[in-house]
């Protein structure tokens, strides 16, 4: 995942954006716990972090939504 400029938090599957990083358990818990932690910003050193489209990839992923 990378900090883009509009502080959106984007999934970077290739691992090939330029930029700070952040890595995340592909689960939508770890996601929710990260969140509650603030982790993101202080991963990457930025203000409050959009992280709807990681959301979105996730449950993609898992096939299941969030309540």
Known sequence: ME???GD??????RRSLPGRGAWVHPDLQCLELAERRRAFPRALRTGPL???S???????RSGRPTA
Do not use: G, M, N
């Open 50 to 52: 959009d992280t709807s």
């Open 8 to 13: 959106l938090a984007v999934v970077d599957v």
């Open 3 to 5: 900090a883009d400029e």
């Open 54 to 60: 990681v959301r979105r990839h996730l449950e993609d």
